[in-house]
């Protein structure tokens, strides 16, 4: 009888337990991994890294999927963008590759880079359609790019020499020597924020970076003061954790690795009820308050709205569409805030 009591117990505390935070087998793979990264956007969140030649990739959020390519080469370094994960790989006749891993099919493809190029392997990105890896050259230490089916376009240089990369939001960013960060389209340089080039960042969720205590913003610059040691910017606000290895969060729900597993948490909801929605009669694209003009309080109203302090809905909401995409993200702030 006690022992009945005991196993009830027990299995009561389990449910409870998973009820609030579910564990993910699969994080044993990444914890053979040489490297991990995170990568958080508006909609997923995966964990990535390699060892040898494998490069593993597992989507935390929504869902769990985790997906593994083994090559015969060596993995020097990996990106994430959107749904895709990136290596930059040495084959076994000395050429240097990039392995894309598309997360949503499983589809890989292995596409040999054009030329011999001398890289640092210190900085490695992708946006939708080429490949940046920064290099050594006689005039400096540049960004070499590449398209997708291995072609050399040129060398793009940073105002001073390149000494980061980033992959967010389907984008590739360059961090030179004096710490400032420029979003790279190609060979058209777009000066985005100034930062500590010392200080190793990551992807801490669409439009920002995170590192050595501060949330940069890659849309306006502007830079926030964090004290734990990770932190993620989601539509919901900011998520942060002191313990884990890697971050990585989408609205409300957070996923955290910690060396052995990974665990997908979702706060339960706040007992206050949610602020009155903001609605307007106005029909004019970026009046959000409905006073006939565009002016900073309509950048703040949509502000509020992607972090969910006060929601945007009927005309308010279709105002606030300012690309005509048919969602209402952080790249329509970019654009309020350009009126």
């Known amino acids: 009888m006690r022992k009945r009591v005991i196993c009830l117990i027990l299995a009561l505390l389990v449910g409870l337990t998973v009820f609030s935070v579910s564990f993910s087998a699969a994080g044993g793979e990444l914890g053979s991994c040489k490297k991990l990264f995170a990568y958080s956007d508006n909609d997923a969140a995966y964990f990535y890294g390699y060892y040898s030649g494998t490069l593993v990739s597992e989507r935390v959020i ?27 790989l040495k084959t076994r ?40 890896i920064i290099s050594p050259t006689s005039k400096g230490t540049a960004v070499s790019r590449f398209d997708k089916n291995g072609s050399y376009l040129g060398d793009t240089f940073l105002p001073r020499d390149a000494v980061q990369l980033f992959s967010n939001d389907g984008s590739a960013y360059g961090m030179d020597a004096s710490g400032e960060i420029y979003r790279m389209n190609g060979n058209i340089l777009s000066y985005c924020a100034n930062a500590n080039a010392e200080t190793a960042f990551h992807n801490a969720g669409t439009g ?39 971050l990585a969060a989408v609205g409300r729900t957070k996923a955290v690795f ?64 300012m690309n005509g995409d ?4 952080n790249r329509d702030l970019v654009l309020l805030a350009q009126q």
């Open 258 to 321: 910690s060396g052995e597993a990974v665990s997908v948490e979702e706060p339960e909801q706040a007992a206050d009820q949610p602020p009155e929605p903001r609605e307007t009669s106005s029909d004019k694209r970026g009046d959000l308050n409905g006073t006939g003009t565009v002016n900073s309080a309509d950048v703040t109203a949509l502000m509020n709205h992607l972090i969910g302090k006060q929601i945007l809905i009927g005309k308010a909401l279709s105002n606030a569409d």
């Open 62 to 88: 929504p869902d769990e999927m985790t997906r593994s390519v083994t090559t015969d080469g060596v993995i020097r370094m990996v990106c994430h963008n959107e749904y895709t994960t990136y290596a930059l």
């Open 93 to 132: 006749v000395n050429q240097f590759s990039v392995l894309a891993l598309d997360m949503n099919s499983g589809d890989y493809t292995i596409t040999a880079l054009e030329g011999s190029r001398n890289f640092s392997l210190t900085g490695f990105a992708a946006d939708g359609s080429q490949i940046y």
């Open 326 to 329: 048919g969602s209402v993200d």
């Open 208 to 246: 920002y970076l995170y590192g050595d205590g501060y949330l940069i913003c890659l849309y306006d610059g502007s830079t926030q003061r964090i004290a734990e040691r990770l932190a993620v910017r989601t539509t919901d606000g900011i998520i942060t954790d002191n313990a884990a290895q890697l």
